[in-house]
């Protein structure tokens, strides 16, 4: 009975999960696109062929679909890379890989980015205690990496958090301002190596250029 019924309540569990999702990506596309007051729920609803009620029982309200739309588009890009990344691979292997994830993943989600560079000031504070959550967490995530190789002698000797908001900058610079002049495997390619150019000991020692000066 007990493997019966599991096995049962898989399809509801997927079928539950693709509406989600549907809501989700229909919703991103709305707002990506035009004004938040010019989005509604039944529109919503439509676009991703979901009843107005079912719609409700994700989001009980427009702004929580908004904000919900946002903060699961962060979950997936983190999500992205702890599942892509080999924790037991070298330190240096590893931040290539989130700057990697990183302009990958926003590449291939224009939409969301869209998103991302707009402003909705009717959820201005909601918003930005979302991003800023999320900026803090990559900001956490690059440290630890730099702490990480600065305890083994693979980068110089700097103020990690400086390093790690240099390289969160660089990616950010790059997704909204390059353009389509090259292509993003291109770039995959070489903006990891010219910022562990950056870190790298004795490239970059913050504590040496001052005894210089």
Known sequence: MLNSSLTSSRPALAAQVSKRERILNAGLRLFAHESYQAVTMDRVAQAASVAKGTLYLYFPSKEELYLGILSDGLESADRLYRQSVDHSTDVRERVRRAIAVSIEFYNERPDLTRLFASEEPRLAEARTRIIQGWRERGLHLYTSLIEEGQRAGVFGSFDPRLAA???????????????TERSVSEIVRELPDLLLRALDSGRFDSREMLQAG
């Open 165 to 179: 908001l240099m390289v969160m900058g660089a990616v950010r610079s790059v997704l909204l301002y390059y353009g």
